[in-house]
């Protein structure tokens, strides 16, 4: 399973939304192992006054919050997946974004540079 300092880690991923987007997505659908779990956005804030051409429904147009999850989790040290399973933007009645915890990163700093 992941070690409790990493799941620390991930719960800080609501406390981001909050401070940057002015929501709170819960976590819920924990796997067994502990090493995933879901957002679920309620109001995705991205998606106000968006509509989606006929020729481009396959665009997950907030696909942004995948990565910039990604990137603030790589600088507390962890490698995630991140990836859209459900998005108010197609029909569906909440966005869900889906998290993997894939390992602890750690510095490898060049010889002489400790």
Known sequence: GIRRADRVGLFLCPVAFKMYLGITPSITNWSPAGDEFSLILENNPLV?????????????????????LRGALEMVQ??????????????????EIRMRFIRRIEDNLPAGEE
Do not use: R, W
């Not at 962890?78 to 966005?95: I, N, P, R, S, Y």
């Open 48 to 68: 106000d006054f968006v509509e989606l051409p006929d020729n481009h429904s396959s665009l997950i147009y907030s696909n942004l919050l995948c990565g910039v």
């Open 78 to 95: 962890m490698a995630v997946e991140a990836k859209f399973v459900q998005d108010t933007l197609k029909g569906d009645g909440v966005t």
